[in-house]
């Protein structure tokens, strides 16, 4: 048999020489085994599929059931990341990893509490006086419940007897409010002052072990090629979520302080607290500025007697707000933060609902998060599975990789 001409042997022989040569059993081809391996990994494509479903749907409840615990903890993460490059770069001074921390912790503090006595402290004074302006506000908007009621007899009568009744000042007791961030977590629930608490507890600690944890995430990789894609992944995750949050509360901060001066040159009062206000309700996109539009609308209601000078505070942001949000934004993130508005608002409406205002504030960072971590590790190919090969994860062709089979492709279909 050894002696005889390759060429005059039976195909099935060559088949199962070739095969043996594979390592496959006598009598089984390589496109057999192609089948089967194929068939296998669509099974545990599916399987992958339907667990994904299963945790997809049942997180949502169980983020929105344990927000006791998972809404600080998540906010004390992106938090944390936020800051790694101030602990890199006094890392890289000679600072200890714990005292990095600590002052990390301790600037953070200092700015939260900035933020709360020019918010909160004049919010608390300036809307304690909004039961005694109902009338100034009934009269500003008389022109337009005048209008609406020439409109509709019915709305008329009961516009004007709501217009024409005289509005009753509540006896409030004066509140005194928060001095710092300490004085509103004491005068807060316990459950307040301990997620608040954990909170920094989980900043510090993050913080101080942040260089160690990393390097053992790097290094206890199996393979060179994979903890270089650890350490990518991770510094793209920092660089993402600071580069986005340092940015963006530049511009916040730029934007509130033009907005201040703006309601200061018009005779607004608390300048600073309202540009507080749109520095912070910016941080949501879409609907905080709008939150804000509407907030200063019922402070300029409570001001001014003029119903076009009441509302020129909101006209002011609104248009403030334009400019900010299709030229100096776009000019400044560039296109490495751009962002899918479809996926900003999934995102929004989902931790919106699942944690109210604070779910709203951390949607676009942790959206970030995981649009980086998924575009290291790839995306879900739900198309391809259901109607292409049956692979779960979609695998880019790099150059210089063989073509692929097109007698497979086409046995597959």
Same mark, same amino acid.
């Given at each position: ?58 997180? @949502?409840?169980? /983020?929105? *059931?344990?927000?006791?615990?998972? %809404?600080? !903890?998540? $906010? #004390?993460? =992106?938090?944390?990341? &936020? ?12 600072? @200890?990893?714990? /005292?990095? *921390?600590?002052?990390?912790?301790? %600037?953070? !503090?200092? $700015? #939260?509490? =900035?933020?709360?006595? &020019? ?25 337009? !419940? ?268």
């Amino acid at each position: 048999m050894a002696d005889r001409d390759p060429e005059l042997l039976p195909p099935t022989i060559l088949d199962d020489a070739a095969d043996s040569a594979f390592g496959l059993p006598a009598g089984v081809t390589a496109e057999d085994a192609m089948r089967v391996a194929m068939r296998r990994d669509r099974l545990l494509a599916a399987l992958t599929l339907t667990a994904g479903a299963g945790l997809m749907l049942g997180l @949502p409840f169980a /983020l929105k *059931a344990g927000a006791e615990f998972f %809404l600080p !903890l998540t $906010a #004390a993460l =992106v938090v944390a990341v &936020a800051l790694v490059p101030l602990l890199e770069w006094l890392e890289r001074r000679r600072v @200890p990893s714990s /005292l990095a *921390a600590l002052s990390c912790v301790l %600037l953070f !503090l200092v $700015a #939260a509490n =900035v933020a709360l006595a &020019a918010i909160i402290v004049p919010a608390t004074d300036f809307f304690q006086l909004l039961p005694s302006r109902i009338n100034r506000i009934q009269a500003n908007l008389q022109p337009l !419940l005048d209008v609406y009621s020439n409109l509709e007899r019915y709305a008329n009568r009961t516009l004007r007897q709501i217009a024409s009744t005289p509005a009753r000042r509540p006896q409030a007791s004066a509140v005194a409010p928060p001095g710092s961030i300490l004085e509103l977590a004491a005068t807060s629930a316990p459950a307040a002052i301990i997620q608040f608490f954990f909170a920094i507890l989980v900043v510090f600690f993050f913080l101080s072990g942040w260089t160690g944890m990393r390097r053992r995430t790097i290094t206890n990789r199996a393979s060179f090629n994979g903890a270089m894609a650890t350490a990518r992944v991770i510094q793209d995750v920092v660089d993402d979520v600071s580069a986005y949050l340092g940015t963006i509360t530049f511009i916040n901060i730029a934007l509130g302080l033009i907005v201040a001066l703006a309601l200061h040159l018009i005779g607004m009062p608390y300048p600073l607290m309202w540009g507080g206000i749109v520095v912070l309700l910016n941080y949501i996109p879409y609907f905080g500025p709008v939150i804000a539009a509407l907030l200063l609308a019922i402070g300029g209601l409570m001001t001014f007697t003029d119903i076009w000078l009441a509302l020129l505070p909101p006209a002011i942001m609104v248009g403030l707000h334009l400019v900010e949000a299709n030229a100096i934004t776009p000019l400044i993130v560039g296109h490495r933060l751009t962002i899918s508005p479809v996926l900003i608002l999934v995102s929004l409406s989902f931790w919106g609902w699942v944690w109210g205002t604070s779910g709203a504030l951390l949607a676009v960072p942790l959206l970030i998060i995981l649009q980086t971590v998924l575009g290291a590790a790839g995306k879900p190919d739900i198309a391809g599975f259901l109607f292409e090969h049956g692979t779960l994860v979609r695998r880019e062709r790099r150059a210089g990789d063989p073509e692929p089979d097109a007698r497979a492709d086409a046995e597959e279909r």
